[in-house]
């Protein structure tokens, strides 16, 4: 058990364990609470981008505003996003997680400010408990500037870079309709902004043995303007937009 500890990334550690080891158990006061969990009477907004360019574009853009300013998040459907570049970069980010330790470890870092970096929690060396999680951080705008410090295996990694680029015109299309939603000129944010950047994260949750007694990623605040969520049953794709 105690050499099992010294796994720096969580997905090579959970398969040995029988129970979560100290250094990913939560204070009391900050584990899961299911009894304490509220059905809430309402439901998440779902915007429909396929409206955003037609006759009931305002309706559409009062709606995001709505969903912005009481709930702070919404879905999305008909967004444009290929489902074929979707199930691709999921499909990537699963084959990366089951790569050889040794092979993953290439990536592997406890330096925050790495624009490339595989970890279990944003500062490893400062957060006294970690996340039961692994995840890749890469930055991906301009992608000419950062594809080179991707990983290279899997060998297909680079069809990433699709995503991201899609993903981009996504948001740039919502901070648009934000913008618009406030009174406000569609190009506002954009131009404010100034020069921009986007991150992505990767993140992968294995079967956890306890997980009264942790969680994948508690409550946190993004640091950056928006973030658009890619989630499948094990693992959340993350992409965020900063200024």
């Known amino acids: 058990m105690a050499a099992a500890t010294t796994k720096l990334l969580l997905s090579d550690l959970a398969s040995t364990v029988e129970s979560v080891t100290s250094n990913y158990i939560r204070p009391i006061s900050d584990r899961p609470n299911l009894t304490e969990v509220q059905i809430s009477d309402g ?5 429909d981008l396929q409206v955003l360019d037609g006759p009931r574009r305002l ?8 969903a ?7 879905q999305v459907k008909n967004h444009g996003i290929p489902e074929t570049i979707i199930n691709n970069t999921l499909s990537i980010a699963g084959a990366f997680f089951k790569l050889p330790e040794s092979e ?3 990536s592997y870092s406890d330096d925050p400010s790495k624009s490339k970096r595989l970890s279990t929690s944003f500062n490893v060396n400062t ?3 970690s996340n039961w999680r692994d ?3 890469l930055h991906c705008y301009p992608l000419q500037d950062c594809m080179h410090e991707w990983p290279s295996n899997p060998p297909s990694f680079e069809v990433v870079a699709e995503y991201c680029t899609s993903v981009r015109g996504l948001v740039l299309k919502l901070l648009e309709a934000i913008s618009e939603s406030m009174g406000l000129q569609r190009d506002y944010i954009d131009k404010a902004l100034g020069k921009h950047g986007q991150q992505m994260a990767l993140n992968y949750c294995p079967p956890c043995p306890q997980p009264d007694l942790t969680y994948g990623l508690p409550g946190h605040t993004d640091p950056n303007l928006i973030t ?4 499948d049953d094990v ?9």
């Open 104 to 106: 993953r470890l290439k």
């Open 235 to 243: 693992m959340k794709q993350k992409q965020t937009l900063c200024p």
């Open 43 to 47: 439901s998440i907004p779902l915007i």
């Open 228 to 231: 658009v969520l890619l989630q």
């Open 127 to 129: 957060k006294k408990v």
């Open 59 to 66: 309706d559409l853009i009062k709606q995001i505003g709505q």
């Open 135 to 137: 995840y890749l951080r």
């Open 68 to 74: 912005c300013h009481h709930d702070g998040f919404f």
